[in-house]
């Protein structure tokens, strides 16, 4: 919203303060200041106005001319050498003088051009810092006196600030609003525009052919309509000080009838809408629902066709306007227009708003609609309109002005003592100043109570265009705002323990973190929201079948209803795409080999639902390309693997005792027979997968190498069940009795089942006697020596007594035991 | 080399002074320490070393052999002989010990291979990192919880019940438009978000504000959280807009809770972060939850690419008795602040960092920078 010192100055007078101050002054009272701009001429000191007499040809040069130029009383005739073309001899043009310093500090001195002496520099406006790029000297065509302080001929210079304002203050759409704002924080009177206009001034008899009624269909939406006929109006220019104002706030002067309608709009904060009367077909306006197929080509030369229910301003015919936003092209004010329909309208914000935002049209007006123009400063606005436009384009009201609706009166109290103001500042301010501030903002105190400890309870009439203000509290920010919230005292901060905890999730991914950053990951950050090609890489084939539309994409459970890019339209479910998208960066960067992790949200399907997990996970690349002067021996899945189960230890969950399945089929971005998954959301609440990342799908991707990762994801209300305090268990201190047993088992045998059936029978050999300690693979074998599809799996039990050292006999009886058990069901050998 | 047996016992007998006669063990002694002080510096191995020193002192050695002579000489020359024995003993084992020493350290030295140039990289892995965005949110909550600040946590995904009805933010507010703000389908489920009515829609948060509601709705007051997390708006991408941001969101709610409180809140927040001569200001300014409600600008003119005398860095105010109502606190007699700190802002103001889409490239050689 640009605002117009010199518009300001109409309301309030803020002469003697400089911008920065009007500016600090807004933006304490609310108002982000986003630019000033300051217009018009700078005071230029020796600069006058100065009349052209002779004008030759300089001898020495073709393109200059020498002439002799009359400044008056400021300075006699001079002699001037000049290489501006668009001037003759009697123009009246701005003289700067020796002494004058122009804008850029270019200080004019008397000099010799070409052998001839010049006294002085004859100007162009962007000489005098008037306007950029225009050439040729300023002719002064309303011929200025000549010897005028040339500050005196040209239009006055503005300031325009830029401001946002905020949605609680329509009122400040005007510049009526932001005038009392200002007169309020520097105390000063506001001057209310003069309006003279009264509806006693209007030719009694309403022009039979035009306007003769209203009619409102939808009044919830339109609940105040007004229009004035005018008649015998002179469309033309608007005079300079109207266009002034109105090109200093950014909007181009069309003619007086729309600047008029501008102004007032600016002014007010209350919509204009004005028709040529000979064009609007009948002699009613009905202000209705639009119905289906109806068309409108609006202002901006666009047909548009509106959808039912629209509410439009129609004549006998077609929809005229669309209410509140933009009018019609062929209803609207041209050159030959002599008769107006002056529209002043109240419409219901959420109407205007729902319109502008199914037509994709926005105006200056549906803005100030949208977030509420006050019914009850129409009437005054209209009156104001009439006022401008009969002095600006002549003609004489013909009839009274048409009014439908406006039934309610406005009212309303807030009653507030000093002590709840205090009490919510944290600090006191004198009762006084804060009834005063209140005043200033044109609160009327109607009533004041005693009360026994309170102070007085001050009752004030809310202001109707204040609809922001409703309760005490509101008026406690009123009062700051006018004491300065920059005032607000310092003070110790006071903070009494509330002994509480940090969400679980705190410290989940703090431990994760810890973890990963200690094994040298970098902590990444990549974006939730992913394409859909590549959320379809991670989703479960088994997902597609969950969901009830069979025929929807399996993507379909992750997109947004309205992404705004094509590549983030999905909800990631993976983290692991992210990172490999940070790898994919890297290596085109240069950067081949690279440790990253990332702990964030990720939404894995469940029981035809999505369940927002929290997850973190890690890749680990390692390319052929790798150089290093000492090769370490590659990561491989053992390496996610241990990396991964710190993940869950992070959630309290030992991994190494859970269940693992190959990924692959099941869980595609993993590579088949090189990637394993544990968990499930279903019953546990959380999964973990680590392994080889698809060797194809890095190839699409473009990620060079060899990818490693591990992912763990858990429901956040999984976190935090109190963990149980770890108690001591006691251990013995004799020496153990080792034996090593190596077992051969199909090739395609998983090694942990075959130990968990060792440990079994283990366990059932050595009963109560003693106790197993632990059994543990120490190597793996297939080849020479062994059967084709066989494999040999090396154990090393561990046997250990709690009272005595184990004797021989005793343990080897066992160990027979436990091979003669293993080896019953024949899937199992024991390798000689 | 003379026989042990040129002299006669009794010679022997008659001149038994020690160094006056000499006895032909002596000559033998003689030359086997010189042949051991010159074979046993020679030896390349421990095998051999053992083998040599059974040639000297091993059951069948040489110096055993002539131990077992003391047995036939005279009597009278038994002390003679025993004392010139236990002399090259001694001196064969000292050729003995150093032989070994000098084995045992050539073998350690074997073991070694040698010797390692230090100025060489260590080619494993490089030290983790953790992401800017992180340090400055731990950096916050660690800040805020030395006032007492705990943190809570809320879901990504929301209900506009949460991120907007329960933050008087109404149904035609432009912050809801779609627009703004990122939707799930209607016919969207969540199995761990719940709505507050069957027909609201999911979205995704535009601020953590919607875990204070949570917070709020889950207990009675006093409360004081700060809301770290992961926000969302549909926004165009360029040097300072992401579609997705984060956020550090506190809230106070307690007997008595005023503007002044709030104000020496976030003064102490940005002295600790800026240091003490960071100057903090308040605006007014409007939003649906808070009344009154500020923007909060900072001087600090010592940090890295700040240009102007006052950044706005946050926003806050005094809870809106319309939100307490909303979840069942009686507005009478609670009060309470809130405030919100966009994350990236402030880190890329802490770190002079000038375009926010480094924090989610995530190039090493940005991460690496900050540890």
Known sequence: MKISRNWLQTYVNLAGLSAEEIARAITFLGFEVEGIRETGAPALAQVFVGQVLTRDKHPNADKLSVCLVDLGPAGGVKTIVCGAQNYQVGDRVPVALPGAVLPGNFEIKPSKIRGQSSDGMMCSAQELGLSEGATGLLILTDRPEVGLPVNDALPPGDTVFDLEITPNRPDCLGH?????????????????????????????????????????????????????????????????????????????????????????????????????ARRLGGQTIIVRPATEGEKITTLDKVERTLPAGTLVIADANRPVVIAGIMGGLDSGVSADTTDLVLEVANFRRQSVRATSKRLGLASDSSYRYERGVDPHSLEEAMHGCIDLLLATAGGKVAGPTLKVGGDVPWQREITVTPAFINERLGFTLPADEMQAALERLELETVRTDPTPDRGPAWTFAIPSWRDDLDRPIDLVEEVLRLHGSDRIPAAPVVAPALLADDAP???????ATDALVGQGFSECITYTLRPEKETAAWIPPAAESKFQNPNSKITAAFALANPFLEDQSHLRTSLVPGLLTALQLNQARGTAAARLFETGRIFVERDSQLWECAAVAFVICETESDRAWLKRPAADLFTAKRLTESLATAAGIDLGRQPLAPAGATAPGWQAGHAAAAGELQHRGWTAQFGLVDLALLQSLGVAGRVHAGVFAILPEMLGAAQARHRYTDFSLLPAALRDLALVVDAATPAGDVQKILAKHARAAVGSAFALESVSVFDVYAGKGLPEGKKSLAFSLIFRAPDRTLTDDEVNAVFTKIQTAISADGTITVRA | ?????????????????????????????????????????????????????????????????????????????????????????????????????????????????????????????????????????????????????????GPEVETEYYCFDALNTPADHPARDAQDTFYLPADARFGNVAKKSPDEKYLLRTHTSSVQIRTMLKGPPPIRIIAPGRVYRRDTVDATHSANFHQIEGLYVDKGVTVRDLKALLDYIFASLLGKDTKVRFRPHYFGYTEPSFEVDLSARHLPKVNKEWVEICGCGMVDPLVFEGVGYDADVWSGYAFGIGLERLAMMLYGIDDIRYFYQNDLRFLRQFS
């Open chain 1, 505 to 511: 999730i705190v410290g989940f991914n703090r431990r």
């Open chain 2, 1 to 153: 080399m003379p026989g042990a047996n040129d002299e006669s016992p009794r010679t022997r007998k008659r001149f038994p002074a020690p160094g006056i006669h000499r006895l032909p063990m002596q000559d033998q002694l003689s030359a086997l320490l010189a042949k051991a002080a010159a074979e046993l510096p020679a030896l390349a191995s421990r095998p051999e070393f053992e083998a040599a020193k059974a040639r000297y002192v091993g059951p069948h050695g040489e110096l055993t052999a002539l131990m077992k002579q003391m047995g036939t000489l005279p009597k009278e020359q038994k002390p003679v002989a025993g004392k010139l024995i236990n002399e090259a003993k001694t001196q064969l084992q000292v050729h003995l010990d150093a032989a070994l020493l000098r084995l045992a350290a050539a073998e350690l030295a074997a073991r070694l291979g040698p010797a390692v140039d230090a100025t060489l990289p260590s080619p494993d892995a490089t030290p983790g990192t953790r992401h800017p965005l992180t340090l400055v949110r731990d950096e916050l909550a660690s800040i805020l919880r030395k006032a007492g600040f705990i943190i809570a946590d």
């Open chain 1, 176 to 276: 009526l609003g932001v005038a009392r704002e200002l007169a309020a924080w520097f105390k000063k009177e506001l001057t209310y525009p003069a309006v003279h206009y009264v509806p006693e001034h209007a030719d009694p008899a309403p022009r039979p052919d035009l306007l003769r009624t209203l009619r409102v269909d939808a009044p919830a939406d339109c609940p105040l309509y007004t229009a004035t006929v005018l008649t015998g109006v002179k469309v033309g220019p608007s005079p300079d000080w109207l266009r002034q104002r109105l090109t200093a706030v950014g909007l181009r002067p069309i003619n007086n009838v729309v600047d008029v309608g501008n102004y007032i709009m600016l002014e007010y904060n209350q919509p204009v809408h004005a028709f040529d």
